[in-house]
């Protein structure tokens, strides 16, 4: 589970807005994609968020939860 994972390291999961901000800064995920904070109300359903970059665009899009992707990890916020 990626937000016990990020818990462990004392980091947090990136928003979607927040992956959209890092996405201004640099061209990240062009060949994989990252899990991001999903909403309780997704959660709820069974869904997780993640996000990508694919033709110059930032792409946001859902899976299962429990989908399983080797490439997918995750982006995280660390507070100082």
Known sequence: ????MAAE???EVLTEGQYRW???L??????TSSWLKTPDKIRKLGGAVY???RYDTV???ANSA??????RGFRALLKV
């Open 22 to 24: 890092l996405q201004t």
């Open 9 to 11: 390291m004392g980091v």
């Open 1 to 4: 589970n990626v937000v016990d």
């Open 51 to 53: 996000g990508e970059r």
């Open 59 to 61: 792409f946001i899009g």
């Open 66 to 71: 429990p989908s399983f992707y080797s490439s």
């Open 26 to 31: 640099a061209a990240l995920d062009t060949r």
